[in-house]
């Protein structure tokens, strides 16, 4: 005997709280167990008087209701769109993507997604949704006046989610985000900020040891905050900071990207300031360079808090750091303004390929010094060994501070001198 078809169901079509709806059966996978459930599919607003459905809306119910019928997926992957995420896609993001990552996604789902993709209609299946159902999804996540970004970051976590679950079999179809947008009156991106070789050189001179040396780690070295936690001394050699880790929260992993684990050039004055850290430390030859009181790396987070804004936050009248009592003194805080204002560790890092451009190096090299994977951010490509033109814009670089460092650098844009039509 042949294999039994599938009976075909036609659904029926119901009104409720003033939307018409097709209701039907169908088996799909709840809790690890195949159930046969009632399903209630929304079709539409309730537009006429009458008490029976449209022409629009039967029509809507049969192009449901083919869907239904003709679906190619296989019952045990017939899951909401609640499940897929939690039980499926996070688990496979924490084995795939780093732990910075994980939190990012789970994040979003948490305050945003989770909400919004079960707030009309209960847990909507996944393999019914479609561009309109994740517009009105971002339309409704939308309201919350969260930036461009940040609306693009839930979009493109979504869209990763679909790519997912049609490599697994629970989606077939165009991925539903592909034509979605962001709310075009959100906020746009804010500012980021460069920090200048004047600010640079003034903050190195108020900071203390080895708050120092951290920021000229990041200032003439480009590292981000991560991988100057992870630095061990090993990684310094050859007259280069071999970057071979990160640390996030505690936790030792790769570099951002596989381009990211490449050798920087060390000038001589960042050479300098990590040779006598090396002597304040005993003249180590392993373990991190930047080492709190029980051997492991030291947070920068915790350099920012306790070492650098308390120098940089300082009060004109009394030098005490910001949140301190000043009432002793008969006097309120008012932050010393000659002092640089700390804009975060990556400022350090924009500031280097900022300064290396005003010298006139080529985008290029600027894009093998800071690492990028991306062509948008600086033109780049990669080499795995420190090339002859990198450790020559590096001695540029070196020679630069050695001279008159308040001397007028090239603007970064000819543009701003006039109109562009």
């Known amino acids: 005997m042949g294999k039994r078809r ?39 607003p309730v537009t006429t008087c009458g008490k029976h459905p449209p022409a629009d809306i039967k029509t809507a119910a049969a192009a449901h209701m083919a869907t239904v019928n003709d679906c190619l997926i296989p019952v045990e992957r017939i899951v909401s769109f609640a499940d897929f995420v939690a039980g499926i896609y996070l688990p496979w993001v924490g084995e795939a993507k780093k732990p910075s990552t994980e939190k990012g996604y789970n994040d979003i789902w948490k305050h945003h997604l989770k909400a919004a993709s079960s707030r009309e209609n209960g847990d909507v299946n996944l393999k019914d949704v479609r561009t309109f159902t994740v517009q009105q999804w971002l339309n409704e996540i939308g309201k919350k006046g969260l930036s461009q970004n940040s609306l693009k970051r839930i979009q493109s976590v979504l869209s990763g989610i679909f790519k997912q679950a049609k490599r697994l079999g629970y989606y077939d179809g165009i991925n539903p985000v592909q034509d979605t947008a962001v709310n075009p009156h959100a906020a746009p991106p804010a500012e980021t900020y460069a920090y200048s070789l004047e600010e640079i050189q003034a903050i190195l001179a108020a900071l203390p040891e080895p708050a120092a040396t951290c920021f000229a780690v990041a200032s003439f070295a480009g590292l981000r905050e991560g991988e100057i936690e992870g630095l061990e001394w090993p990684d310094y050699r050859d007259g280069a900071l071999h970057v071979a880790r990160a640390v996030w929260n505690g936790q030792t992993g790769k570099p951002k990207t596989t381009k990211s684990a490449a050798p920087v050039p060390v000038i001589k004055q960042l050479a300098d300031r990590l040779e006598i850290h090396r ?16 051997g492991k790396p030291q947070s920068m987070n915790n350099v920012r808090t306790r070492a650098i804004l308390p120098v940089l936050d300082r009060c004109v009248h009394c030098a005490l750091p910001k949140g301190k009592k000043h009432a002793k003194q008969q006097h309120s805080y008012q932050r010393d303004a000659q002092l640089p204002e700390w804009h975060g560790w990556h400022a350090a890092r924009r500031g280097l390929g900022s300064n290396l451009y005003r010298l006139g190096i080529p985008d290029k090299v600027i894009q093998t010094i800071l690492r990028h994977s991306n062509v948008n951010v600086t033109l780049g490509y990669y080499v795995k060994s420190a090339s002859s033109d990198v450790i020559a814009a590096m001695e540029k670089f070196e020679e630069k501070l050695l001279t008159d460092t308040k001397r007028t650098l090239k603007p970064v844009s000819d543009a701003t001198s006039g109109f562009v039509n």
């Open 6 to 44: 599938k009976r075909k169901q036609k659904g029926t079509i119901i009104r409720f709280n003033e939307h018409w709806h097709v209701r039907y059966w169908e088996r799909r996978m709840i809790g690890g167990v195949i159930e046969q459930k009632r399903v209630t599919h929304p079709l539409g």
């Open 279 to 294: 002597l304040r430390c005993g003249n180590p030859d392993f373990g991190p360079i930047f080492a709190n009181s029980l």
